[in-house]
């Protein structure tokens, strides 16, 4: 936040710190960026069994520019990867990445020419969610574990870029 | 200092300038044409379709669909794979209706090796059974999604529940959610278990509720009615010259079903309706679609009632994998099993080509064997494809809000269109 780099580790600015990544981390907005088949998966998070409006991240953007969370659902083609990796140069920092499903994660069962075997060789991820498509329990728990993530960070995590 | 540039030989041209903007009006509409980029990320898009509007002012006077940005190589893919291993990739083609693209498959396989008529009545029955839920689901999902394109939002979380029993009744059934590769060559991978059926008497006793709550919150809704009557006209002619299928066909007024046309897996036992409206428009597409649920409700509810006793597998050893419990005790079983997991069977030498009616039209598989374990070629033919292609020649003419509504009425699923 700019603050860090004057004052230094103090009180001020580890509390600051807490109050941030608690705020930041109960309000994480992921993008709606749905591939394929795990995307399917991905929208009846949302919906009333799952509830996802429980943990503050109900509100699913249209705008790269308003998320702060990319869930990378589906398969990413070789086509494709060049929009991936746009949409998410274009989200605003402190941004945190998804990769849902085997596809995304490793190529899944798609071992061929067309697939990018695996979205982290283009962009940096922070959690992988397993599963062919992973089940919406899997895909909250890859959320919860994001908002884990953010709690303990640090403003120097997160430069202004 | 704008004004200042421009040049004195088009006099033609009436400039208004501002600070920064300079805005040229000509009499030529070539001029006034501005191109709009739609997707691949987009909401309104269904998945990763690209499009290239040409627009004059609000109006849209040309579309040009991009694809392939899920292209997966399914097919090449098909040619490296034994006719076993390719279920689960058929499942991830159109991933709203996994198990009607596994039917479409093995449909071709048995064709191929000439055991359409052995497989036992339980086993087609079955299928019958669960490729009308899946229906439902597809058609629930499309319900949401393209109500949310036309700004309702509420139908989604409706849509989205009574779709979660479909999958309770899948995850109880084979263990899987969505790609469920429940069925296979020559029959299904296992019998149902018991605790199924009151999961779907429940369901019909639900649903059959809930698609008068439809009716009545978005059929009727006039804000729906306005944005969907008039919209996207297909004519009959012009459906028919693009080979288009499914609810897309039947709305512009031809009765064209593959399960009425060319009956499979046993749906001429089954008594059903086949909706079908003569405007073409986008709300004939919907009101189809609503119907079918309908339909396809009462498939299932005459499905659960009367499902014949006996084996769900062909008794073919060179063909299916034994049972697990058999290759456990049984050293030749086992044996078996291995050589069907690591090789696959011998295909006679032949082409097929066999069509189901998907949730999305005619979706078809073309297998060309030349003998061995694996296809020679493997070829989709897929509806969502055919029906994508029609956009160009129905949005022409129409505002840039409506081809959101005409997409949603065309209910296209890319992972089937790209495969």
Redo the contacts between chains.
């Keep these: 936040m700019g603050l860090e780099h004057q004052l230094g580790d103090n009180i001020l600015t580890t509390s600051l710190e807490w109050a941030v990544n608690w705020a930041r981390s109960n309000s994480v907005w992921p993008m709606?960026?749905?591939?394929?088949?795990c995307?399917?998966?991905m929208?009846?998070i949302v919906?009333?069994?799952y509830d996802l409006a429980r943990f503050g991240s109900e509100v699913y953007r249209?705008s790269?520019r308003q998320a702060d969370l990319l869930i990378v659902a589906?398969?990413v083609?070789r086509?494709?990867a060049p929009?991936v990796k746009q949409?998410y140069e274009q989200m605003m920092s402190p941004k945190w990445v998804i990769s849902m499903g085997a596809c995304a994660s490793c190529g899944g069962?798609?071992r061929?020419?067309?697939?990018l075997q695996g979205v982290d060789k283009i962009i940096p991820v922070d959690v992988y969610v397993p599963g062919?498509?992973p089940?919406p329990y899997a895909l909250m728990q890859g959320i919860f574990e994001i908002q884990k993530k953010i709690k303990g960070e640090k403003f120097t995590d997160h430069p202004y870029e | 200092m704008i004004s200042e540039k421009i040049p004195t030989s088009v006099d033609k041209f009436k400039a208004i300038s501002s600070d920064n903007i300079s805005v040229q009006e000509s009499d030529d509409p070539g001029d006034r044409i501005v191109t709009l980029n739609m997707g691949?990320?987009?909401?309104a898009t269904h998945?990763?379709l690209r499009l290239v509007l040409s627009i004059d002012g609000e109006v849209i006077t040309e579309v040009v669909p991009h694809i392939?940005?899920?292209?997966?190589?399914?097919e090449?893919?098909g040619e490296y794979m034994s006719y076993h291993q390719f279920i689960?990739?058929t499942?991830?083609m159109d991933?709203?209706a996994p198990m009607l693209m596994n039917l479409g498959y093995i449909l071709g396989v048995e064709k191929l090796l000439g055991i359409t008529d052995e497989i036992p009545a339980r086993a087609q029955w079955l299928r019958v059974l669960y490729s009308e839920l899946m229906r439902i689901s597809s058609h629930l999902?499309w319900l949401?999604t393209s109500a949310i394109d036309l700004g309702a939002m509420s139908p989604?979380?409706y849509a989205?529940?009574d779709?979660?029993q479909i999958m309770n009744i899948f995850e109880e059934t084979c263990g899987a959610?969505?790609?469920s590769t429940y069925f296979r060559i020559g029959g299904l991978r296992e019998d149902i278990p018991d605790t199924v059926i009151p999961m779907i008497e429940k369901f019909l006793k639900d649903f059959a509720i809930r698609l008068d709550e439809y009716q009545n919150l978005v059929t009727g809704n006039p804000i729906l009615i306005n944005r969907l009557k008039g919209i996207g006209c297909l004519s009959k002619e012009t459906a028919l010259s693009y080979c288009c299928s499914g609810p897309v066909l039947r709305a512009s007024g031809v009765n064209y079903d593959v399960r009425k046309a060319r009956p499979y897996s046993g749906y001429e036992k089954f008594k059903f309706n086949i909706p079908v409206y003569q405007e073409g428009d986008s709300y004939a597409r919907f009101l189809v679609r609503m119907d079918e649920m309908r339909e396809s409700a009462t498939i299932v509810r005459q499905a659960i009632d009367a499902i014949p006793a006996g084996p769900v597998k062909i008794d073919r050893t060179d063909i299916i994998l034994p049972d697990k419990h058999r290759t456990q005790g049984n050293m030749e079983e086992l044996i078996n099993h291995f050589i069907l997991s690591c090789r696959g069977f011998n295909a006679p030498v032949g082409e097929v080509f066999s069509t189901i009616e998907s949730s999305k039209g005619e979706f078809g598989v073309y297998l060309v064997s030349t003998g061995g374990e694996k296809p020679y070629r493997l070829r989709v033919h897929s509806p969502s494809f055919l029906n994508l292609s029609v956009l160009p020649a129905i949005s022409r003419g129409s505002l840039i809000a409506d081809i959101v509504a005409i997409i949603g009425s065309l209910d296209i699923v890319?992972?089937e269109i790209?495969r």
Excluded: W
Excluded at chain 1, 32 to 37: D, N
């Design positions: 709606t960026f749905g591939l394929a088949c995307a399917i998966e929208m009846p919906s009333p069994r249209a790269p589906g398969r083609s086509k494709m929009f949409v069962v798609f061929n020419y067309a697939i062919c498509p089940n | 691949p990320s987009h909401p998945g990763v392939g940005y899920l292209h997966t190589g399914m090449k893919l689960p990739i499942d991830r991933y709203l999902i949401g989604i979380f989205l529940q779709r979660e959610r969505l790609t890319l992972g790209d």
